[in-house]
């Protein structure tokens, strides 16, 4: 017998009974980001990989460790994207969208990365992300934010999420901080676990976010990035955080985060949660102002942010906040008696003309009436349409109700239309 084939490690089906909580996530996703005047980027799921090099840092974990890379037959060296950010920059200059003018754009998808499989980190995940070009200043960075915090409104999660804020000032600050940094950890450099030694001279601001305990005890009286950072940086951060105040957003400052790609400047931020153990981070972005230009543009400033779709639906789930959501099926068709089916069908089509947000199953494959509603309550939908010999000759329909306690009724189909279309209201 030949071996069963399986997913990829690392890589989930999205089955009929979860694809509704992801419509429902991605409805509501589509629908702020217009609000705020986003448009729709697609961009391809393999690119170049000096791309991902280029724009993330050679020496980053993802491009290191975690990218899935190949040669073509061209002897091309091609990625699966890892992030979005990087893609969209790249369309942008291509096709000049980027110089000299505003840009809000927005793209949900795959990425893909070779890691650890766990509750929350899967190796094909689906990102939502949001990048702005353009603009400078702390109120498009604040724009963003409350973006995203009006999204953990409408998911009734805002109170399971903490908004945590730092800001790595311009690529000379950090220069600054880096000599006195490494300067700092050559004191222990014995006292380092093997991740934090590497690091320590290729790429140290992710020292400052090491999971170790030991390392976490070491940088207590480590240099202050604040100390190092001019005055326009620490004013663009207070008018951040005066920005966010007043429209009520709480935050924290955390002056470890740092994020692991290399292109942010200025701004970085991350909502975090306890509901999802060790993965805490659903949503993280910040200022990249250089990138633009690193990758062969213009100079352009430029903000943006990320979440992961799982993470996002598995929160919900955690915190059984998807009970409203919408079954596959909301009215089932049952076709009993002889000669019902030709009517049947037609009856449906008319439906679907006049209900076309109704969600209608119809019966196939025969089978007695019983046989039929054990279908129809298996299905989810909330409403039985019987379709007998009776009511055949006339023009009727008889509704049932599968979910609560409303009895049984026969009406005209003109009649049941206006109540299914009242019910859809």
């Given amino acids: 017998m030949a071996k069963q084939i399986q997913a990829i490690r690392g890589m989930n089906d999205c089955l009929p009974e979860q694809s509704p909580v992801w419509q429902k996530v991605e409805q509501i996703l589509r629908q702020v980001v217009a609000s705020y005047g986003y448009s729709e980027v697609r961009m391809p799921i393999v690119e170049q990989t000096h791309l991902f090099k280029r724009a993330i840092g050679e020496v980053t974990d993802v491009v290191e460790k975690e990218m899935y890379t190949f040669e073509d037959r061209n002897g091309d060296s091609l990625s699966l994207r890892p992030e979005g950010t990087a893609s969209c920059v790249r369309a942008g200059i291509e096709h000049g969208l980027l110089y000299n003018q505003e840009r809000r754009m927005w793209y949900m998808g795959p990425m893909f990365r070779h890691e650890r499989p766990q509750k929350g980190r899967y190796r094909q995940f689906h990102q939502f992300g949001v990048e702005l070009f353009g603009i400078n200043g702390p109120d498009i960075d604040a724009e963003l934010i409350m973006l995203t915090h009006r999204l953990w409104r409408l998911f009734g999660i805002q109170d399971h999420v903490t908004l945590q804020l730092n800001t790595l000032g311009q690529s000379s600050e950090r220069a600054a901080y880096?000599?006195?940094?490494?300067?700092?950890?050559?004191?222990?450099?014995?006292q380092l676990d093997e991740d934090s030694q590497r690091r320590m001279y290729s790429n140290p601001l992710r020292v400052l976010d090491s999971k170790d305990e030991k390392v976490q005890a070491i940088l207590v009286n480590a240099p202050r990035l604040f100390d190092h950072l001019g005055e326009e940086s620490l004013a663009h951060f207070e008018g951040l955080k005066r920005l966010l105040e007043s429209a009520g957003i709480q935050y924290e400052v955390n002056e470890r985060l740092v994020r692991g790609l290399d292109y942010y400047n200025l701004t970085v931020f991350e909502w975090v949660t306890n509901s999802l153990g060790a993965q805490g981070?659903?949503?993280?972005?910040?200022?990249?102002?250089?990138?633009?230009?690193?990758?062969?543009?213009?100079?352009?400033?430029?903000?943006?942010?990320?979440?992961?779709?799982?993470?996002?639906?598995?929160?919900?789930?955690?915190?059984?906040?998807?009970?409203?959501?919408?079954?596959?099926?909301?009215?089932?068709?049952?076709?009993?008696?002889?000669?019902?089916?030709?009517?049947g069908f037609q009856l449906a089509e008319r439906l679907r003309d006049a209900l076309p947000d109704l969600r209608l199953m119809s019966h196939c494959g025969g089978g007695n009436f019983k046989k039929q509603l054990k279908r129809a309550d298996k299905s989810g939908a909330a409403i039985a349409l019987i379709l007998g010999e009776t009511e055949v000759q006339n023009g009727?329909?008889?509704?049932?109700?599968?979910?609560?306690?409303?009895?049984?009724?026969?009406?005209?189909?003109?009649?049941?239309?206006?109540l299914l279309a009242a019910k859809g209201e």
Avoid: H, S, W
């Fill in 178 to 190: 880096r000599d006195a940094l490494v300067a700092y950890l050559e004191q222990y450099k014995d």
């Fill in 281 to 343: 981070t659903v949503c993280a972005g910040g200022r990249y102002d250089g990138l633009v230009e690193q990758l062969g543009g213009q100079p352009t400033p430029a903000v943006g942010f990320a979440m992961g779709m799982e993470r996002l639906v598995l929160m919900l789930e955690t915190l059984e906040l998807n009970a409203d959501i919408r079954p596959a099926v909301d009215v089932y068709l049952c076709m009993v008696g002889e000669g019902t089916e030709q009517a």
């Fill in 396 to 418: 009727e329909i008889t509704i049932k109700y599968l979910r609560g306690q409303a009895e049984q009724q026969t009406v005209t189909v003109d009649a049941a239309i206006a």
